[in-house]
């Protein structure tokens, strides 16, 4: 069976807010715009795509800033940093999301992932640092 992939995108506004999308799904948490790669596409392509079908807007992809093995599923998540460079206006446009919002990162919504947190302190954090990291199961911060 092949592994799984997913990419994810860290789109941020003019004032350093973090775009998350609201699913409608599961426990209806926040999450960055994201999900699974199709055939023959790469992580990149994946964030750009995905990003696409959530909120609308077209990005540029950018740096890399981790990649997130979750061996509960055998899957590899990808996250790039991403620019709306012409300040599009990001609104849900798939079933799956419920809504769409910048966020500051001290003011984040609920409910949401650890996995999520960390993914985008990682993104935030211009340190040199590990691109590599293992998660284990999801807390949840309620």
Sequence with gaps: ??????????ILDS??????VKHSYGKNNWDLPGGKAEENESAEETAKREVYEEVGIEVGIGQLTGIYYDP???????????????????QPSSHEIL????????E????????????????????????FHT????KWIE
């Design 15 to 20: 004032e350093g807010r973090v775009l998350l």
């Design 108 to 131: 984040l919504p609920k409910p949401i992932s650890d996995f999520t947190c960390k993914r985008i302190e990682d993104a935030l954090n211009n340190e040199s640092q590990p691109l």
């Design 72 to 90: 509960n599923f055998d899957m590899h998540h990808f996250v790039f940093k991403a620019n709306n460079d012409d300040n599009q206006i990001p």
């Design 1 to 10: 069976m092949p592994k799984l992939i997913g990419a994810a995108a860290v």
């Design 135 to 138: 998660v284990g199961p999801r």
């Design 99 to 106: 809504e769409c919002r910048y966020w500051s990162k001290d």
